[in-house]
């Protein structure tokens, strides 16, 4: 199969302006082939104002598009034009190896269970996302796709989570945490209750590093390489995390021009404010990746600019070199 990742130019909300840029970003840092698939018209004219390379980003016309508003079961049954269900086409037909969207998180997940399908033994593909934390990331999975789980996907979401977080991230044997509201076993819900006796099993046969459960106020601090939930908690502790990173920021901003004190201070720890700014940035992660497919499938942020996308084929190209 060619080293080539299908981009969908018309997903997310500066489409198709900010994926043909990160496309060339792409091109000219990572050095891949990209198959950018959307209208044509409206793709070329992006790329000659984008200057991007010649010869390393080819174009699939899509007449349709898909958008958030559309209900994914049907808008991927009546749009077989659209340029997702064509970027995944190529992807099944061997025409690219991985595939990337800013468009709907559920049409996106709906089109590639049907097109690309499952890998074997998996009931449900999961999409995890990185979250910074004091020692580096925690990876939380599930944080959309799944929102009613059966205690099975969550045993199958902490082996995907560990063995993405091994091969792909680098990190060695990394700690799996079952997100609970207590660390106790007894704690919880039916689901996790019984999630967590099939997690502790499977540690047993494979040697997953299960620690337990893991509260939610321990994740920032690290305590997990990978916190495992339903994608109703899930997204629930992403979008708080952006909102708190987002008003934190702008706490302190506020308090460092309050005063002269205060901004002689802040004049100092610039440097040091910029790189804690950097570690909440999603456009350096740049995307979630869908768990459990055939083939990499990576979601990048509705509103990811040229950067973002960047970062997104990135890590779809990590993605592939890992993916066992």
Not at 52 to 66: C, E, F, N, Q, R
Not at 152 to 165: D, K, V, W
Not at 272 to 298: H, M, Q, S, T, W
């Amino acid at each position: 199969m060619p080293n080539i990742i299908a981009v969908d130019a018309m997903g997310g909300d500066h489409a198709p302006k900010a994926i043909v840029q990160g496309a060339a970003l792409a091109v000219a840092e990572l050095k891949v082939q990209i198959l950018l698939v959307g209208r044509q018209d409206e793709i070329e004219k992006e790329l000659a104002e984008a200057n991007a390379p010649s010869g390393a980003i080819s174009i699939l016309h899509a007449a349709d598009v898909i958008d958030n508003n559309e209900a994914p079961t049907f808008a991927i049954r009546r749009k077989k034009e659209s340029s997702l269900i064509k970027g995944l086409n190529a992807v099944k037909e061997g025409q690219a190896s991985a595939f990337v969207s800013a468009g709907s998180t559920g049409a996106i997940l709906a089109a590639s269970t049907l097109i690309i399908g499952r890998a074997e033994g998996i009931e449900r593909p999961a999409l995890g996302v990185l979250l910074p934390n004091r020692k580096g990331f925690t990876f939380l999975v599930d944080c959309g796709a799944n929102v009613d789980c059966k205690p099975t996907y969550l045993a199958q979401f902490a082996q995907m989570g560990s063995t993405y977080m091994n091969s792909t991230m680098g990190i060695k044997n990394p700690k799996v945490g079952l997100v609970n509201i207590g660390v106790e076993q007894e704690k919880g819900n039916a689901l996790v209750k019984e999630a967590y006796g099939l997690i502790q099993t499977r540690a047993e046969q494979t040697g997953l590093n299960f620690i337990g459960n893991v509260e939610a106020r321990e994740i920032p601090l690290g305590a997990v390489d990978v916190a495992v939930c339903d994608a109703f908690i899930g997204n629930i502790i992403l979008k708080y995390t952006e909102g708190l990173a987002k008003g934190l920021m702008g706490i302190i901003k506020d308090e460092l021009m309050a005063d002269p004190i205060s901004k002689t201070g802040a004049l100092l720890a610039k440097g040091a404010f910029k790189r804690v700014k950097k570690n909440f940035d999603y456009e350096a992660v740049g995307g979630a990746p869908f768990l459990g497919l055939k083939n990499p499938v990576i979601k990048a942020h509705g509103s990811s600019g040229a950067t973002a996308i960047c970062s997104a084929i990135r890590q779809s190209v990590l993605f592939m070199a890992n993916q066992t």
